[in-house]
């Protein structure tokens, strides 16, 4: 864990107390500081992974690295059960102030607490790159999964237009941390998120390793220019 003055980080080879601990210290703020530094987008791209989920009355969904539940909440709106599941103690109880009835449980995605085949559909949101075995948790993901289920990652992703991915690389590394520090509870953290992104493979590598854990059918679709990709997949009979 790297620690500054203004707080910590978690390093990349993504241990997962480091992880928690980080994000405990995110959590007072993490859902206003994801809006400023999103410029609003994150609330799109919260619609758009329920719309490529096609949840309808009565699915059992589970949303994995959930934080504060504002994810899971926006997937219970076509009458869906959603839960959510995540590593940080921090969020969890921030979820639970601001959403008490939203069911939020902690949980690892390496492990999650769920018998075989518990779901109709399952995602995992701006989370999976902070795992630290991406193709285990994936098959975590398709064991919980009932077959023919669906899986949507959403997840930061590689900008397809040059010129745009040119001028975002430079915001993630230079200003995403200084505006951080004027809103987050924990600035340092973001130097963690955006090194992690910027670690991340982009659109086709994520597909192959999602196609070579358990799922299916497996394609994307870009958000914001690729700034965001959605990764839908069925799970394997």
């Known amino acids: 864990m790297s620690r500054t003055p203004q707080g910590q ?3 990349l080879d993504k241990q997962p107390h480091e992880v ?40 059992r969904v589970l949303d994995v690295g959930a934080g ?51 779901f109709d559909a399952v995602t995992i949101s701006f989370a999976l790159r902070n ?15 009932r077959p023919g289920g669906r899986l949507v990652v959403c997840e930061f992703s590689t900008p397809v237009n040059p010129a745009f991915r040119t001028i975002y690389l430079s915001y993630l590394m230079r200003s995403l941390p200084a505006v951080a520090r004027t809103v987050a509870s924990n600035p340092e953290a973001y130097v963690y998120l955006a090194e992690s992104i910027r670690a991340w493979p982009d659109q086709p590598a994520l597909a192959g390793r999602i196609g070579a854990t358990g799922w299916e059918r497996v394609a994307w679709r870009n958000l914001t220019g690729g700034v965001v990709a959605l990764h839908r997949a069925t799970r394997r009979a």
Do not use: I
């Open 68 to 118: 504060t539940g504002v994810s899971t909440e926006e997937l219970s709106r076509p009458g869906a059960y959603a839960v959510g599941v995540d590593l940080s103690l921090g969020m969890l109880h921030a979820g639970k102030r601001s959403r008490p009835t939203v069911p939020l449980l902690a949980g690892d995605a390496l492990r999650l607490p769920f018998a075989d085949a518990s």
């Open 131 to 145: 795992v630290s075995d991406t193709d285990a948790a994936l098959r975590e993901l398709a064991r919980v999964t």
């Open 20 to 59: 928690a601990a980080m994000f405990d210290g995110v959590a007072a703020r993490y859902d206003l500081t994801n809006t400023v530094l999103s410029f609003g987008q994150d609330r799109s791209w919260r619609r758009a992974t329920r719309a490529a989920l096609g949840l309808g009355p009565g699915d």
């Open 9 to 11: 980080r978690a390093s």
